[in-house]
């Protein structure tokens, strides 16, 4: 009995030690950036509703966490916070419970989490909402009717217990929602989102620099492999063989970020949904992981094949399988040392220019977003340039999605230290960002808050990626606009807090 008590009182002490020191850190970190009127609880709301919304694959900026958590107050139908992601289509509603987290939650989250759908089912309850609440079912309803799904969520520092997970199992995955005289079908799906699930998709540890890829690499091939022979002069000639993981662990540790130099996006947080997806297979079905992912694809200048085991290869970048890649490498424990964990591996012999046409052919297993089609092109390189050497303090230009946070603040320290101080703080806009903030100033508020995609399309597909970054663009055509919004932004937020 000593001892169960002993366990159980650790237990009890690590817990709250993760929420004093991670989940309050998170909390903090939103107070700081909503204002000095936030309490802890909405602060959880802030911290948990971006991890569930970026988990989900919706990236958001500060600025659309707080409003869309603005919601939480007296009339918000059940909602503490509502999001409706347009590009994959999805309604998220979101129920959040600051709570101690050695004592259990209980039901009432679960309960108010599935009553919201009664409540904007109800014209009644409707009009005597908050005027957050009624504005977002002015989105909420037109989402319905265009056939959206919905995405339940309850997160929580407290304990979920077996009642409350058996509950949310057992609700259905589709319901009828009324507008107006019309009933339509909505695909739900109910999820929780505990303190252990929160902090489980944080981000690890750093590494030190790798040598230069300009010497070839050696690759084993325990089992083999076959080549095309490709088109003259050996464009596009191919390899295909499955191999050990550890080799892709082993590639990445040697090469770092430079292994993505090519690739559209480069890692994604863990917490995206395939990420964890990828995870799972790798921690459940470690032998059939090559079977269950869609493996990497890499490009190369050259490939010269050895004996049967073994090829050297020269200027390697993966331009797909960059998200299986990265997971791999943060789980090396689970990889290292298990030859049963094989990827399927294509090398593809060509040149930088026919990179992109690869990448295109064979990513299918995350989509790619349309801002990720243009981070190859000539111009975006020549801004990033162009803002590095900006004087008396250069900007790092982000132009793949988290590659700062990702990337340089966890592989590249050195160089990132020069974008950052303790007076301004870290100098760094992103391409999405920029290009939203720029095409606002231009007088697209409404698309570039709405219609993101549009901003990346070319002029004749009824897009604005010409108006946005014109040849010979200058950086400070991008940092005016953003500048102006981060000042018009904490304008308004001084006068709000009185």
């Not at 989402?143 to 995405?151: D, E, F, L």
């Not at 964990?341 to 012999?349: C, E, G, I, S």
């Amino acid at each position: 009995m000593t001892t169960k008590r002993a366990k159980g009182k650790a237990t009890r002490q690590g817990l709250k030690s993760l929420y004093e020191t991670r989940v309050m850190d998170g909390i903090r970190s939103w107070k700081d950036k909503r204002g000095p009127n936030t309490s802890d609880d909405h602060g959880f709301l802030l911290w948990a509703s971006d991890l569930i919304l970026e988990a989900s694959g919706s990236e958001l900026t500060d600025e659309q966490v707080i409003q869309a958590c603005e919601r939480d107050k007296s009339g918000d139908l059940k909602i503490d916070a509502g999001y409706i992601d347009h590009e994959t289509e999805k309604i998220f509603l979101v129920q959040a419970k600051n709570w101690d987290p050695t004592k259990p939650v209980g039901d009432d989250p679960f309960f108010q989490t599935w009553e919201s759908l009664d409540l904007l089912s109800d014209p009644k309850r409707i009009d005597k909402a908050n005027s957050e609440a009624k504005e977002f079912y002015a989105e909420f309803a037109p989402a319905v009717q265009t056939g959206y799904s919905i995405v339940l969520c309850v997160a929580t520092s407290g304990r979920v217990g077996s009642e409350q997970k058996d509950y949310v199992a057992k609700k259905p995955g589709v319901r009828e929602i009324p507008v107006g005289v019309t009933t339509y079908p909505v695909h739900l799906r109910f999820e929780i989102f505990d303190m252990p699930k929160l902090l489980e998709i944080e981000v690890g540890d750093s590494e030190e620099p790798g040598p230069s890829v300009e010497s070839p690499i050696e690759l084993r091939f325990d089992d083999g492999y076959y080549i095309t022979p490709g088109e003259a002069g050996g464009l596009y000639r191919s390899l295909y063989a499955t191999i050990p993981a550890e080799q892709l662990v082993e590639l990445r540790r040697q090469l770092k970020d430079r292994l993505y130099r090519l690739n559209y996006r480069g890692p994604l947080d863990a917490r995206v949904a395939v990420n964890t997806d990828i995870l799972s297979t790798l921690r459940d079905m470690p032998e059939l992981f090559h079977v269950l992912n869609n493996g990497v694809t890499a490009i190369c200048d050259l490939f010269n094949s050895g004996d049967s085991n073994t090829a050297k290869v020269w200027e390697i970048q993966v331009v797909n399988g960059c998200q299986t890649t990265e997971t791999l490498f943060r789980n090396s424990n689970r990889v290292i040392g298990h030859p049963e964990v094989k990827v399927n591996f294509r090398l593809v012999q060509c040149k930088p220019a026919q990179a992109s046409l690869v990448a295109r052919a064979t990513n299918q297993q995350t989509r790619l977003r349309a801002e990720d089609f243009v981070t190859l092109e000539p111009i975006q390189d020549e801004i990033k340039q162009q803002f590095s050497r900006m004087s008396p303090r250069p900007w790092y230009y982000e132009i793949k999605r988290r590659y700062w946070k990702n990337v340089m603040l966890r592989d590249n320290k050195r160089e990132a230290a020069r974008y950052t101080d303790g007076e301004t703080g870290d100098r760094v806009i992103s391409l999405r960002d920029a290009a939203q903030r720029s095409l606002a100033f231009l007088g697209q508020p409404i698309i570039a808050a709405q219609k993101t995609a549009d901003i990346f399309k070319p002029v004749a597909e009824n897009g604005y990626k010409e108006k946005v970054f014109p040849t010979r663009l200058s950086p400070y055509q991008l940092l005016l606009p953003w500048s102006t919004y981060v000042v018009v932004k904490s304008g308004v937020q001084d006068y709000l807090a009185g």
